[in-house]
């Protein structure tokens, strides 16, 4: 079984920042990759940032330049850096990884979600 956990939500004015952090644990053998995604109400789930195994990382561009994504490998900890925030930020955000079990095959594990609201 793995876990993921998300959190650091919260409210904040736009212009503020805030942090956000997700750790997966379980029987984990290698998380491949870790990835941000958010949820707006009425809209699709979308793609936030990621973060692959190799260092690499990709965010989307209406990110670019405010949210930084973060990774230990070592920990199967990621964290979400997100500054200069904007009312069109809010949403919930969840994690979701892509985990090699041991034994047990490879999975897209998720998390349940964390709620960022940003006020005008």
């Not at 973060?70 to 964290?79: K, Y």
């Amino acid at each position: 079984q793995v876990r993921i956990v998300e959190s650091g939500g919260g409210l904040v004015q736009s212009g503020g920042s805030l942090s956000l952090s997700c750790a997966a644990s379980g029987s984990i053998f290698r998380t491949i990759a870790m990835a941000w995604h958010r949820q707006a109400p009425g809209n699709e789930r979308e793609l936030v940032a990621r973060s692959n195994y190799d260092g690499t990382s990709n965010c989307a561009d209406s990110v670019k330049g405010r949210f930084t994504i973060s990774r230990d490998n070592a920990n199967n900890t990621m964290h979400l850096q997100m500054n200069s925030l904007r009312p069109e930020d809010t949403a919930v955000y969840y994690c979701s990884a892509i985990i090699r079990m041991v034994r047990l095959g490879t999975h897209d594990c998720w998390g349940q979600g964390t709620q960022v609201t940003v006020s005008s």
